[in-house]
């Protein structure tokens, strides 16, 4: 019988952290932290990481990997597991680290023999992937943060030669809304048409929605695009791994015109770190027609300094599922259980069914 302990992330946004275990042994999927000041831990303890055989990580954000240095402060010397560019993307590196290349994709990779495991691209930020896991008799899928229709990053679905799957962890991050990003990206270019003349910043992230929002602008705006210096690294990483990108023609030119050391035009779109408050005020003093444009939960209320009304414009594009986007995944996976995370509206009694009750209060 399959043991799943939640230490983190089912019910609450940030710290995720899934332990399973089965006669004796035990995996873990993701080591996050929560993104608050305290950083709080997930309830991971000595005596779950004594059972670990592997842990699985689903990318670099401190929400899936803030909590890996208590393993190593508690001598775990298992195998950690993720993709090549997730271990370049860590702000630290760890000796235990086994990544996957690029080529493996749809393969089954062997840690032992109660162990083994696929993944694929999830589309939420570039080198960011998906799970299936056999463990011990035990079929596991795990979404990891997801995101179907990136404009730029690739996401695939599991493959069909998994049999039933015993238990889904599904990101279910977004779940209260119900979204197409395409048509986001197309509100946002005639926002930013229509307010032709006032510089447009936005405050941004490391993920994959900056650089689609961005690359999208630049495609389909004569508007110059100045990312800041933050961002720089982000790129790189979509020059260096095509395979995990929809193959576009612009991407060359965007390095060339937009990852430069430039002097910065009137009238330009900022991307800029969204907790550089001082960045974004400095912005304004120059150029004090500005418009803040925010794309997700972080918002004005973030800083300490408010914004007029006149100097916001808000939308939201995806950087995990939709309603639909999760109600489509959950029918593909079809497990046995599925536990939903990554959310507020979710918790550990939601089902599939709970979830098609609810589309009325939350679709
Ligand atoms: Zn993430
Ligand atoms: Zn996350």
């Avoid at 389909?220 to 933050?230: G, L, P, Q």
């Avoid at 009137?266 to 027609?289: C, G, H, M």
């Avoid at 939201?316 to 507020?344: G, Q, R």
Wanted: proline share 5%; net charge negative.
């Amino acid at each position: 019988m399959l043991n799943v302990e939640i230490l983190g992330g089912v019910g609450e946004y940030g710290r995720n952290c899934f332990y399973l275990e089965k006669d004796g042994r035990a995996i873990l999927l993701d080591c996050g932290v929560m993104n608050n000041r305290e950083k709080t831990m997930p309830t991971l303890t000595p005596a779950h990481m004594a059972k670990l055989d592997a842990v699985f990580i689903s990318h670099s954000h401190i929400d899936h990997v803030g909590a890996l240095p208590l393993l190593e402060q508690w001598g775990y010397k298992g195998q950690l597991i993720m993709s090549e560019m997730t271990a370049k993307q860590l702000k630290r590196t760890y000796p235990n680290i086994k990544t996957f290349s690029p080529r493996s994709i749809s393969h089954w990779l062997h840690i032992n023999q109660h162990l083994s495991f696929q993944w694929g691209f999830s589309g939420h930020l570039i080198g960011s992937v998906w799970y299936s896991i056999r463990f011990l008799g035990e079929v596991i899928f795990f979404s990891g943060d997801y995101v179907l229709d990136s404009y730029l990053l690739k996401a695939n679905l599991p493959y069909e030669d998994c049999g039933k799957y015993n238990v889904a962890f599904i990101d279910s991050g977004h779940v209260e809304k119900t979204i197409k990003n395409e048509e986001v990206l197309q509100q946002i270019v005639e926002f930013i048409c229509t307010n032709d003349s006032r510089p447009i910043i936005f405050p941004s992230s490391f993920s994959g929605k900056t650089a689609d929002i961005a690359i999208y602008l630049f495609a389909h705006s004569t508007r110059k695009v100045y990312m800041d210096h933050a961002f720089f690294p982000l790129f790189e990483d979509y020059y260096d791994a095509p395979e995990n990108v929809v193959p576009t023609p612009i991407l060359p030119l965007f390095r060339s015109e937009c990852l430069q050391e430039t002097t910065v035009e009137e009238n330009a779109i900022y991307f800029v770190p969204e907790r550089d408050e001082a960045t974004i005020s400095q912005l304004f003093k120059n150029s004090p027609s500005a418009i803040v444009i925010f794309t997700g939960y972080f918002n004005k209320a973030c800083y300490t300094q408010p914004l007029a009304p006149h100097q916001v414009k808000q939308f939201f594009y995806k950087t995990h599922p939709d309603y639909k986007d999760i109600i489509a995944l959950s029918k593909h996976i079809n497990a046995e259980k599925t536990i939903y995370f990554h959310s507020h509206f979710t918790n550990e009694e939601t089902t599939l069914l709970t979830l098609i009750g609810k589309e009325a209060d939350i679709g």
